[in-house]
């Protein structure tokens, strides 16, 4: 009886009814925003870990590029000559993955890479100097290539450990070059 006076009492049921639609909205509004949030939290740790996956790949590949810029500078030392121009590969990584690697990396290794790529880049502009096949290095060129060696040595610990995740092997260690006995002028 108590139900069916409230359900003819105008007052109750307009109140009950504009009660459940506002509970309603706003469990409805709730729910909505909680799922809307969880969609955008998803897409931006996705493109995030997209990004960073990019990076990972323009690193090791960045690496790679200095591992055998290494190799080419350890043969032209060695020889005392310049390196053949087809000797020097194309660069894997672009200008655009550098930067997206270069906001991922610390100040210091940011420092040493864009360091050893700016050495890099003067030595081969260096090399395109001089005609010929193997021109010979005088004592400054050999003096030069070892240091950029060294910086490609640098650049590439620098990225190893929290970048790339591949461990690092110098290939000083390795008895590849001797940067003491390079660095030391060849008597005449």
Known sequence: MLLAAAMTNPYITGGAAIL?????????????????????????????????????????LLEDDFDRLQSTLTRAESRHQWWRLSEVLERQVSADDRKLLAGLM???????????????????????????????????????????????????????PDITDIVFKTHNRQGVIDTERAARPTPL
């Open 20 to 60: 459940g639609a506002a509970v309603g909205g706003l469990s409805t509004g709730f729910v909505t925003s909680k799922i809307e949030r969880g969609r955008q939290e998803f897409a931006e740790r996705r493109d995030a870990d997209r990004e960073h996956g990019i990076a990972r790949a323009a690193a090791r």
């Open 106 to 160: 610390s100040a210091d290794a940011f420092v040493k890479v864009a360091s050893a790529q700016g050495w890099v880049d003067y030595l081969v502009s260096r090399r395109q100097d001089f005609a010929g096949d193997q021109p010979a290095m005088d004592d400054h060129d050999r003096t030069t290539v070892v240091m950029v060696y060294e910086k490609l040595e640098e650049a590439r610990e620098a990225l190893s």
